[in-house]
């Protein structure tokens, strides 16, 4: 037998989206956008389109049931997929929900999961509408997918920046990373000695980062309200460094983005700097803070700025120029996009 | 620790899903129809709406890679969810794919997989617009979402059958099963002996039942070529009484069904003997016919028979009947519903 094998974990997870997809074509005239944005947007009228978009959560890849509450995890599991409906500038208004789960599951701890996933259905008002249930071999899986809408003219792709268009990131970025070393080492801490009671005090907003995060639903309504259209946008679940290749590549531009700009929260510099880690390469590479990414036209700086939870990272270039960022000396680097790889 | 633990496998799939999302409410004016149809339904328009259905399958739950291939693995996952909007009697248009795989995959797997993918996309006419690829670290699991359209007014749910409608079945029932026992069969065989060629000889029928069925797309054209409104529809995933229990359950009535009307395949018949299964067991409790059952009035009945790949096997009754089979020697039974469980 002389078959090809090529190890999928040598191409990463969108590497492997797009081998696998490239040979599709369309075939419906509804579909808007396909695969390769934060959801897919599906014509239903002249003016209005549903968002699309999907999310598989596995035990042992994304979560660790040691640290992880049930209900935590079903509203973060809501949380993730919400997220990138806005990513669109969109309105979740359903989700289905599909678990995978082994016998040994209680059916308690499944109404813990579906009691975190029914709190974010009522707070963000999206409907459960359908799922599977089914049982597993090993682990839970939780596959979601959420349904959302847009008025066509007001929907935001990746693709849509511009060169000096501005960079804009919410809220701050590394939390949710830190929250996890922090759950890692008193789960190391645990192994060695169960009886040592874990040290997570003080920690609350790094472990809330981590643990139960908000996706942005408040974000869309800020920028409706200054009237600020997106040029682009993006979710931030893989990663500041990462995203900003998304939204350059889509967008065929490169950026450069300073350093020191970049919104970190004491709490999670203070924590980094524990670990012996750059703040900054939390927020860079850390995952998970499910904040947006997006650009904005230079005339609309004004209105931006005004708002305490946007901050202006960096600038939209040319596509030549690349993706750079500029340390606190003035050093100009090239960025490394270094992502999560669930394969490796 | 008192903590209680109610072993999920006692609820059975549907009690489970009933449990998990009883206390879930309706925020949203679009949501027409959440958990509890083989799609739900969400408003787009006055006159239009979209359906969304999801389905997972696991390995070693729902597959078997030693015999499965895994180009008919991807074709079967779209047609089992495509199956379920044509439920409703709409037209599927595209459809969102999430995978977890093990890294024991190589590339040349996954591209198997989703070349069945595509080849359902292209012969059904639907667009793969999204999906999520992450490891596992055990099986292989898909997670489908298919989408569709319908006008409301042809909508077609479970819950609208009437005392005295006819009950129909399209195609013929049990193949899937008895093609299942038969690759079974040879899995064991090979296990004893792995010298021994599988003698699956003859057998083509029952092996494209289980391993490549087609949704009935067809099904639905013959409806309106015929301008029959079906008063409920469901898919036959689980096998028939199962199916009979929930469109009876959904509509509040009963129903009697003839033994001797449900239509199955010689080659069913034969391979059923031949296994020492009743026929009609196969029929009845075997799963993955993905045969459409529907409900029409009686005045529709000349429309129905006129079509070979309708039969006839019944009619609704009221509630307080029951659902009974009529055998061959007019005895009359009270249906039991089998099904599955997948947490047994």
């Known amino acids: ?89 969109g309105k979740p208004t359903q989700i289905t929900v599909s678990i995978a789960v082994s016998s040994r599951f209680p059916l308690e701890a499944l109404e813990e999961l579906y009691a975190g996933i029914k709190k974010a259905c009522d707070l963000y008002q999206v409907d459960l509408v359908g799922g599977d249930t089914t049982s597993s ?58 009886n040592i009671q874990p040290d997570l005090d003080g920690h609350d907003y790094l472990l809330e980062r981590q643990l139960k995060p908000e996706a942005r639903k408040d974000v869309i309504s800020f920028l409706k309200e200054l009237e600020v259209q997106p040029t682009s946008m993006i979710d931030i679940s893989d990663g500041l460094a990462s995203e900003i290749f998304h939204l350059c590549d889509a967008s065929k531009v490169g950026c450069t983005i300073y350093d020191d700009r970049v919104p970190i929260d004491a709490k999670t510099s203070m924590a980094a700097i524990e670990f012996n880690i750059d703040p900054i390469t ?45 340390d606190k000396h003035g050093s100009v680097v090239a960025l490394q996009a270094q992502g999560w790889n669930h394969f490796e």
């Open 1 to 89: 037998m002389s078959e090809k094998r090529t190890d999928i974990s040598q191409l990463g997870e969108f590497g492997l989206i797009d081998t696998l997809t490239k040979s599709f074509t369309t075939h419906v005239s509804s579909t808007l956008k396909g695969v390769g944005d934060d959801a897919a947007v599906i014509s239903v009228s002249e003016t209005e389109a549903m968002l699309v978009s999907t999310d598989m959560l596995v035990e042992g890849i994304h979560f660790n049931l040691m640290y992880t509450p049930l209900m935590h995890l079903g509203y973060k599991s809501v949380m993730v997929n919400l997220s990138d409906i806005y990513a669109m500038n």
């Open 137 to 194: 071999l090993s682990g839970l899986v939780i596959s979601i997918t959420a349904i959302g809408v847009a008025q066509k003219n007001e929907i935001v792709y990746r693709g849509g920046a511009k060169e000096f268009d501005l960079l804009v990131v919410s809220g701050d970025l590394g939390g949710a990373y830190m929250g996890l070393q922090l759950l890692e080492r008193e789960r190391e801490v645990f192994k060695a000695n169960p």
């Open 282 to 326: 939390a927020a860079l590479n850390g995952g998970e803070d499910y904040e947006l990414l997006f650009t904005v036209k230079q005339s609309d700086y004004e209105k931006v700025v005004s708002n305490p939870h946007f901050t202006v990272i960096g600038h939209i270039t040319d596509k030549d120029s690349g993706v750079n960022l500029v």
